[in-house]
């Protein structure tokens, strides 16, 4: 659901909540605010918090209405961070915290800007301070959290069962295994095993789930794949091979996906997910677009961190496209779903325009349809579709990147 949806529908009832909070200008105490923060990061509903600025609250004269966002005092998404980077919260763990403004029709139907804070739900609570924030008498060790509508008072902690639920909650007790296995990938060094030199690693808190490693003897199979071979193709050594990851929780098989060689087998990593984006899905001959994609909160994404990008990686090389002379990478990393579907919008939106600009690089670069340049104008799978798809990326998460034209490479010489 878009933002602007959920925000309409928490408005529409009328009343604050255990995950959302009105309020109907930005606060200028900044104990106040980071009161509001820490409350809704422990939210004991788990998930994303909302703290919506610019509707007054349930408890004004006026009742829930939106007013619009006032411009003294506001804050935009620096400003956020920063305020929280300098605060001593626990083993340096702070809650996320993202800005948007969205607009909402007051009861006269006229749009106004309102400001959403959104507090990412995390499994890493509960979220406290080991040092007072005097300027907000917030108390170091004390742990706050909300209740239905109201946040723990600053001069209080939360109730006994509120406090465990919250050490509960991040040590996975109360988890499906699934669910538990994600909390677990985000810990990389608390596996144990070499898969450099063996062919499996345990937790070394929860020895019961296992990855494995099994080898796959008819490697023709794969020879022919498209997307395999353009993965092994961003390396110097092109080759690749693959082989099943499978993960276990006992004897029960919570993943099985293919895992790709790269490199002379210097890096391991999982085959990643693939997704068309069509600008009218009712027609077959619309403009689309074929990516390939981790998300950071799935098994695939958080393995892919694990074997080739956390700082002790599982395997031997680190994923690194630095030596990518396209300046391209094979496939895209999201946050999560969610920002996935936003990249997905993104392109229905932009991907015209692209298309535009990709059919004048290749007039520009003086690229001349044949069988070896054939993929950089066919749709599918392809050199095409993966420079759009990069492009487009850039683009919707701000990178500062090259042209189309310079992700192009030169014409090669007959």
Known sequence: MALTEIVQRLINLKAEGPYWDFKEMWSENKGDLLHDLICMANNLVNRDAFIIIGVSDSKSRDGVKVKGVNKDNRKNQNDLINFLRDKKFAGGIRPSVYLQTVMIPDDEGVYKEIDVIIIK?????????????????????????????????????????KVEYLWRKRFGIDLPVVERLLQLLDSPDDWVGDLNNGDYKYHKFFPEFQIHIKDIEDQFAFSKNCIMK???????NK?????????????????????????????????????????????????????????SDSISGKLFNCFACTKNNWYFAKWNNNRNNLR?????????????????????????????????????????RNPS??????????????????????????????????????????
């Open 121 to 161: 739900n995390s499994s890493k609570t509960p979220f406290f301070l080991i040092e007072d924030f005097k300027e907000g008498r917030i108390r170091a060790g004390y742990i706050y959290t909300r209740i239905g509508d109201t946040n723990t008072p600053i001069d209080k902690i939360a109730d006994l069962d």
């Open 239 to 295: 080759n690749f091979s693959v082989s099943d990851i499978v993960i276990t929780y006992h004897s029960t098989v919570l993943y099985r996906e293919h895992g790709i060689y790269l490199d002379g087998a210097r890096i391991l990593i999982p085959f990643p997910d693939t997704s068309i984006v069509s600008k009218d899905k009712y027609d077959i001959d619309a403009q689309s677009l074929i990516y390939n994609y981790f998300t």
């Open 373 to 414: 340049t054939e993929e950089y104008y066919i749709g599918g799978y392809s050199k095409a579709n993966e420079i759009k798809a990069w492009q487009l990326y850039e683009r919707y998460k701000g990178i500062s990147g090259s042209s189309i034209l310079d992700k192009l490479p030169p014409m090669k010489k007959n």
């Open 328 to 368: 391209v990478e094979p496939f895209l990393v999201f946050r999560d779903k969610e920002d996935k579907e936003q990249f997905d919008e993104f392109v229905k939106e932009h991907l015209q325009e692209i298309e535009e600009e990709y059919a004048e690089a290749l007039t520009k670069k003086k690229y001349i």
């Open 230 to 236: 353009n993965i092994a193709r961003h390396q110097i």
